[in-house]
C-alpha cells in the first residue's frame, strides 16, 4: 500500500498553524498584563510625563465616542505631519539628491497609500522621496500606527467584555501602553 501524497502547501500550512498556536500563548499573557495589570514601577513616571504632557490622565476612560474621537485625532496629526515633509522636501536635510517638492495630488495619494495600508503607490520610492523621510517618518509611523491597530482590537475585545459600561479605556494612555 502506498503513502497518500500530502502536498507541501498543507504541511507548511499545518505548521505555521502549530507555531502560530505555541506562540500565542506566552503572547497572550504578556498582552494580558501590559493591558490590565498596573505599569511597572521603571516606566510608571515616564507614562506619567508623557500623559500629562498631551494633558490627559491615566485613569479617566473615555465613551466609545471619545476613545474614537481620539483615535482620529491621532491619526489625523500623523497625516498633517506627513503631508507637511512632503512639501518641505526640498530643504529637508538628508536630500542629497535634491529631489523636488510633491505635488498636491501626489503628497495626497502617498499620504493616504501609507495611512490605509494599501497599495496605491505609484512611484518607485527612490527615485522622489529624499532619504529623511523614510528614516524618520516611516519608522515612526510603522510603531504608532502599529499601536493604533493594537489599541483598536485591545479595545473591541474590551468592549465585548465590558458589557454594563458606556465607558471604554482612554485612547491616549493604550498608545502609550502599546509603544
Not at 527615485?127 to 515612526?140: D, N, R
Not at 468592549?159 to 491616549?172: A, C
Amino acid at each position: 500500500m502506498t503513502m497518500p501524497n500530502i502536498p507541501p502547501d498543507a504541511v507548511m500550512f499545518i505548521l505555521f498553524f502549530a507555531i502560530v498556536v505555541e506562540v500565542s500563548f506566552p503572547f497572550s499573557s504578556f498582552f494580558d498584563r501590559v493591558f490590565t495589570i498596573d505599569v511597572p514601577r521603571n516606566t510608571r513616571s515616564c507614562r506619567k510625563m508623557i500623559c500629562k504632557l498631551i494633558g490627559t490622565r491615566l485613569d479617566i476612560d473615555n465613551s466609545w465616542r471619545g476613545y474614537s474621537w481620539d483615535t482620529l485625532i491621532f491619526n489625523s496629526i500623523g497625516l498633517i505631519i506627513l503631508l507637511t515633509l512632503f512639501f518641505l522636501q526640498v530643504i529637508l536635510l538628508l536630500n542629497s539628491q535634491n529631489f523636488r517638492v510633491f505635488d498636491l495630488y501626489f503628497a495626497i495619494n502617498t499620504s493616504i497609500h501609507l495611512f490605509t495600508n494599501t497599495s496605491w503607490q505609484f512611484y518607485s520610492g527612490e527615485t522622489v522621496v529624499s532619504y529623511h523621510i523614510p528614516s524618520i517618518y516611516f519608522t515612526a509611523h510603522g510603531f504608532l500606527f502599529s499601536a493604533t491597530g493594537i489599541c483598536i482590537t485591545i479595545e473591541v475585545m474590551s468592549g465585548i467584555n465590558r458589557q454594563f459600561t458606556n465607558r471604554i479605556s482612554n485612547f491616549w494612555v493604550e498608545v502609550i501602553r502599546s509603544t
